[in-house]
């Protein structure tokens, strides 16, 4: 039947008023398949891997979805579909396409004006670089891969949070890092010397850093006092012998007796007199204390990262260890150091070590860095925990003190010997003097810049010492009870 407005018929066979709608052209449909975590390892990384010429885990590259429907393309029109997997065959009409991976060529069909072209740059004429991004089987399996450019020789920074070591520089050809940044640092204690000696926040303490009145008594006055009693002794012998007068000489071996008697008296008491010096100074409390005052703190030790063991007792979580090993010499004994005399007790080895570690203030509570590792300068008055004697010839000699000795080419050659250990372990009482830091809210004992005097104890006759660096005292650990922290 004829009318004036046009009309069609539906595939359900009703006639409905209108031109008949235009088919539209549908996108491919895409579909994506969700990657796995992989844990920052770019062997398992599919495409990334296989970018850079690593090899990547498992048989069959993970795709991103194949086109799947889509619709034959009709007339002249062409348009530019884009995958990373391979082309499913579909109708005759191909468009011009893109690949970034390995494309499978399939019979070609439709109009021979399509055209193929890969991904990447363009030349300079707008036409696109022979080079693609990844083989394409064009029916003869290629012998060589080509990759889109030059891989760089440091792989830049992804941003990635791994859970793998830090590493840095680039990676080898089976995706591993060359180089570790560095070792991590290890929670557990230092167990013996050979580790301590190569940890940089490990502090060796030598004999040097210990208390003696002759190093820290003036050299220009000593040698003064030796000048003017020489010339007393001479100047009384000529006057003695001269008018037989003994006045002089007599003044001059008592002066001499009396300066003698305060030498041997200081060497003898002076490390003692320095103790209760230390345990009569005032504590401070670290709440009120200024940027850079000195001041004496007293609380409980805490280990910081590096903790320590003791040598012999192999005490462990300690943050300062001291073993010594002394040789008594008679008459024809050897030796223990170069400056040992006869009918003494002369130091053969000394392992001395300290790290920093934390305090928490007895007057208020806070908790402060006390920072005697990394070489720093640190006095110590530790007492002794443990001493042992052995004779010599003894063949009590213990299973645990032989194998100490053979650990450091040590030998026994039946001599007398002592061995001395003290430490400062975890939960231990100490008192530590220096200078307080606050940085950003964080409170730090340092070594102060200049030692510290103690000044004339003139009830003691005890004459003025210098401490340098961080003073540590602390009283025998095996004897208190320790607080558990």
């Not at 003097?433 to 606050?438: N, Y």
Request: hydrophobic residues 35%; positive net charge; aromatic residues 8%.
């Amino acid at each position: 039947m004829g009318s004036r407005f046009p009309s069609h018929q539906l595939s359900n066979g009703l006639y409905v008023s209108g031109r008949p709608e235009q088919p539209k052209e549908r996108g491919p449909t895409m579909s994506s398949v969700a990657m796995p975590y992989t844990g920052g390892d770019i062997k398992k990384s599919g495409e990334l891997g296989k970018m850079f010429d690593i090899p990547v885990d498992g048989s069959k590259s993970r795709k991103s979805g194949p086109i799947t429907g889509a619709p034959s393309r009709t007339g002249s029109f062409g348009g530019a579909a884009s995958h990373s997997g391979p082309i499913m065959p579909n109708a005759a009409a191909r468009a011009a396409y893109t690949t970034s991976g390995a494309a499978s060529s399939g019979a070609m069909s439709g109009s021979a004006s399509l055209k193929k072209s890969n991904s990447g740059p363009l030349n300079k004429h707008g036409e696109p670089l022979k080079k693609s991004s990844g083989p394409q089987s064009g029916g003869v399996t290629p012998s060589g891969r080509q990759n889109s450019g030059p891989i760089p020789p440091v792989l830049p920074a992804t941003g990635l949070i791994t859970s793998g070591p830090i590493s840095s520089g680039p990676l080898n050809s089976s995706g591993a890092p060359r180089k570790v940044s560095g070792p991590l640092e290890s929670m557990g204690s230092i167990k013996n010397p050979s580790s301590g000696v190569h940890n940089q926040a490990v502090t060796i303490l030598s004999q040097d850093d210990e208390f003696s009145f002759k190093k820290n008594f003036p050299k220009p006055i000593f040698w003064s006092l030796i000048l003017l009693f020489v010339m007393g002794f001479i100047a009384g012998g000529f006057i003695l012998g001269a008018v037989h007068n003994p006045i002089l000489l007599i003044v001059v071996v008592v002066l001499f007796g009396a300066v003698a008697a305060l030498f041997i008296w200081n060497n003898c008491f002076g490390r003692k007199a320095i103790m209760g010096y230390i345990a009569q100074y005032p504590d401070a409390e670290l709440r009120n204390a200024k940027n850079g005052q000195f001041v004496k703190i007293s609380g409980v030790v805490t280990c910081g990262n590096v903790p320590l063991e003791s040598s012999f007792q192999k005490v462990p979580r300690c943050v300062y260890t001291s073993t010594s090993l002394y040789e008594y010499r008679g008459w024809d004994s050897k030796a223990a150091n170069a400056k040992h005399r006869r009918f003494t007790w002369g130091l053969r080895s000394l392992e001395s070590r300290a790290v920093d570690f934390y305090i928490s203030d007895f007057q208020s509570g806070l908790r402060a860095l006390v920072k005697t590792g990394f070489g720093a300068r640190v006095t110590p008055y530790v007492d002794d925990s443990f001493v042992m004697d052995i004779n010599a010839g003894s063949e009590e000699m213990s299973r645990d003190f032989s194998r100490w000795l053979a650990e450091r080419n040590l030998s026994s050659d039946d001599r007398m010997m002592r061995l001395k250990e003290g430490y400062i372990k975890e939960g231990s009482t100490v008192s530590v003097m220096g200078v307080v830091q606050r940085n950003d809210n964080v409170l730090m004992i340092l070594p102060p810049p200049e030692p510290f005097t103690t000044g004339c104890q003139w009830g003691k006759c005890i004459c003025p010492a210098s401490l340098e660096g961080i003073v540590l005292r602390c009283e025998d650990t095996s004897r208190n009870d320790v607080i558990p922290v």
